[in-house]
Nanobody, 127 residues
């Protein structure tokens, strides 16, 4: 079992920055793959950024490339999502997720591939 707790959401004007945190605990094996997803009202949940903890590879959604950075602090068991140059279209509930099962690269941003989820943190970007 894995527990994920997100924090750091809030309201910001367009062009601003936020850093989301995901504190993880529980089964280490269940945290092999870590990812951030988001869901805006009336829209499907979409992958934002993800990585496999045993490699240096990171995958970003095209919509956030160059603006968002996913990182981790192993000592603190925390995954971060640094969000810069925020746009109103980034407004959504942001979720941290993890999973243990091996994935092809194209699966990293598929929410159906993740078993463990946090409760989410709201990000609102005003124009």
């Amino acid at each position: 079992q894995v527990q994920l707790v997100e924090s750091g959401g809030g309201s910001v004007q367009a062009g601003g920055s936020l850093r989301l945190s995901c504190a993880a605990s529980g089964d280490t094996d269940g945290r092999k793959y870590m990812a951030w997803f988001r869901q805006a009202p009336g829209k499907e949940r979409e992958g934002v950024a993800a990585f496999y903890t045993y490699s240096a590879s990171v995958l970003y959604a095209d919509s956030v490339k160059g603006r968002f950075t996913i990182s981790r602090d192993t000592a603190k068991n925390t995954v971060y999502l640094q969000m810069n140059s925020l746009k109103p279209e980034d407004t959504a509930m942001y979720y941290c997720a993890s999973d243990r099962n091996w994935k092809y690269s194209y699966m990293l941003l598929d929410p159906a591939r993740y078993l463990y989820w946090g409760q989410g943190t709201q990000v609102t970007v005003s124009s």
